[in-house]
């Protein structure tokens, strides 16, 4: 396999999601020039606030999800690679950015042996169209590395939502609302560790937590690649 994968990166080398350079699928330069999300932050939300100690508003929002983080701002050279990741058929991007999201999941969350890392899922019809979800194609990196089990069930979208983009707060909330289910056995109380490439509201995450805490999960934590402050 090795000899393999030596071979495809000689005859089709890497190139970097985020500025086409040839060498690696995402390169050091981008990498640094990825903008972290910085203290203070919302504890619940994420969300870079102006002030420590003062109040975003998110607790009215978000009920079932216990708390959110995400990596850095959608901007830049991640932006342009979450873009190629997700519509333009840049698989290969998974371990790249899997490895980002490691970074938020060890110094901002966290996770217990028992953790059950659960993607945010698509509906069959685009999963169809797009021929992949790339939230699971995170979710499978993060497993590998973190050593997690996989869930006897699964999420599913059972509401198939025109997209979030240009929709405000109010009208993304009522889009993803009961759109998801848990099938499977009981998570009788689990800790769900939800994975998603980009937060903006918080709402489709909310609606996949209350569809997990509707199947016996405990604490509900997501964290995202990137976020869109809206």
Known sequence: MAGWSRLLDWLL?????????????????????VRRLEEPLCRRCGRELEHAGISCGCRARLRCLSRLRSVAAYEGPL?????RFKYAGWQALSPALAGLLAEAVGREVGVRPETQLVPVPLHPRRLRQRGYNQAELL???????????????????????????????LRRRGNVDGAFQWQGPRLAGAAI?????????????ESC????????????TAVTLARVDV
Do not use: S
Not at 79 to 83: P, T
Not at 157 to 169: A, M, N, S
């Open 209 to 220: 937590a209350a569809a997990l805490k509707a199947g016996g999960a405990g604490q509900v």
């Open 13 to 33: 080398p890497p190139r970097c999601g985020g500025c086409g350079a040839v060498g690696a699928w995402l390169c050091a330069g981008c990498r640094d020039r």
């Open 139 to 169: 979710v499978g990196e993060l497993r590998h590395r973190l050593r997690l089990p996989r869930p006897a069930g699964r999420l599913i979208r059972v509401r198939d939502t025109p997209p979030q983009v240009g929709l405000d707060r």
């Open 193 to 205: 560790l939800l994975v998603d490439d980009v937060a903006t509201t918080g709402a489709t995450l």
């Open 79 to 83: 932006e342009r690679a979450i873009h």
